[in-house]
């Protein structure tokens, strides 16, 4: 049912924020694309601009912070971090921090808007599924090559989004962009603002391992940021 003191203006503003959430957290690269050709259209034919939607927005939803707690026992913790990272990296307006010091370190924040935490955390999922069972079917079974293996899906799928994000940039409006840019933005000032908890990347690998990952990694799907 429709609010009719609602400003139309402010409901057309409440529905391309609604889109452009849709947008970064995508299912794949074409429902991603879709999303935000049609924000591009709809800002264009609303005559609302990118400066427009961010003060509009800027009270409506909070950068928050989820923790997370790992056991004593997980070995496979650096490739983890690595795959929690990359899964953050893909959806876009979250980070993943983590204690530094231990290379155990048993602790990590997803920092972000909640919807966007969500889509990171079952796009992990099946980047943890994928590396997993790769490493498995290729023979790296042991603690050691299975967190090498990880770690190297993650620097292989890097560069697979590297590539595809280069091939996109021609493809945005600026406006739609800079909406998306400056919701980072906010992310990563609150990031700065957790100075105290640095990113720790040391561990003991395993080269031919991680080799072999990297290679999976560049053939990873990285569209799945829901399962069903």
Known sequence: MTD???????????????ILRKAE?????????AFMDGATRLMAQWNID?????????????????????????ANLPGKRQL?????????????AYASGQRHAQTGWLVGFQDNIDAAEMLYASLFLQAKSGAWREGYTSKKQMTSYMVGFSG????????????????????????????????DQVMEAMAGKPQATDYDGDPEAAWAGEAAGRDADLGQARLS
Do not use: H, N
């Open 4 to 18: 009719e003191s609602e400003d139309p203006r402010e409901g057309r503003i409440r529905k391309l924020e609604g």
């Open 25 to 33: 957290g995508a299912s794949t690269d074409e429902e991603r694309e």
């Open 50 to 74: 990118a400066a427009e939607l961010r003060l509009a927005g800027g009270g409506r939803e909070a950068v928050v912070t989820k923790e997370i707690t790992y056991s004593d026992s997980d």
């Open 84 to 96: 929690m990272s990359l899964a953050c990296e893909i959806v876009g307006a979250v980070r993943f």
């Open 156 to 187: 292989g799928a890097y560069g697979k989004l590297d590539a595809w994000r280069t091939a996109q940039q021609q493809t945005v409006s600026s406006s739609v962009a800079l909406v998306l840019v400056d919701r980072q933005s906010e992310v």
